[in-house]
T-cell receptor
């Protein structure tokens, strides 16, 4: 069974530029998550989708971050404009259901903002 | 509020030693799940175990074992006869039933196993 796919793996941009990340979850997983992991910290949830609807985006900086999950499968996370403090690893995860189901993570995208 | 504390920032052991990673959690909820994830240098978090709050039985899986004690709000993870491949950052995480809260992670413990 294929795991969670993410691209790109690495991205370097200058501040004020925009960037987009892509995620393809495990087939059949209705719930998709985007996390931000700053160096030395645990992952922090940015947004959770159930199919193509948003369940939780309370920690998403909506003035610069946006995410969508069209057709309830793939998802993209965008940052526009980027700030230095956005440098982090962005992890996508999926699970069969929400709640306390185990989540399966992709390899992440390491973003560096200069 | 939900909180997970992993007090050990870094641990270094020699191969074949046993090592225990500590996890202490805080929640007022009576229904919750606890998790352990492994993050090797490749960056991908690997699911290791999920335990619900009503099941305090200890679990063993090969060289891995977990000790869940509600009385001390701890969910500790022991690796027996450690190997170099066990070198990674290990995260403990908590999900609580009420309030539709997200999965809350600790800051992780970096384990280095030296040959």
């Amino acid at each position: 069974e294929a795991g969670v796919a993410q691209s790109p793996r690495y991205k370097i941009i200058e501040k004020r530029q925009s960037v987009a990340f892509w995620c393809n979850p495990i087939s059949g997983h209705a719930t998709l998550y985007w996390y931000q992991q700053i160096l030395g910290q645990g992952p922090k949830l940015l947004i959770q989708f159930q199919n193509n609807g948003v369940v939780d985006d309370s920690q998403l900086p909506k003035d610069r971050f946006s995410a969508e999950r069209l057709k309830g499968v793939d998802s993209t996370l965008k940052i526009q404009p980027a700030k230095l403090e956005d440098s982090a690893v962005y992890l996508c995860a999926s699970s069969f259901g929400g709640g306390g189901n185990e989540q399966y993570f992709g390899p992440g995208t390491r973003l560096t903002v200069t | 509020a939900q909180k997970v504390t992993q007090a050990q920032t870094e641990i270094s052991v020699v191969e074949k030693e046993d090592v225990t990673l500590d996890c202490v959690y805080e929640t007022r909820d009576t229904t919750y799940y606890l998790f352990w994830y492994k993050q090797p240098p490749s960056g991908e978090l690997v699911f290791l175990i999920r335990r619900n709050s009503f099941d305090e039985q200890n679990e063993i899986s090969g060289r891995y074992s977990w000790n869940f004690q509600k009385s001390t709000s701890s969910f500790n993870f022991t690796i027996t006869a450690s190997q170099v491949v066990d070198s990674a950052v290990y995260f403990c995480a908590l999900w609580t039933y009420s309030g539709n809260t997200p999965l809350v992670f600790g800051k992780g413990t970096r384990l280095s196993v030296i040959a």
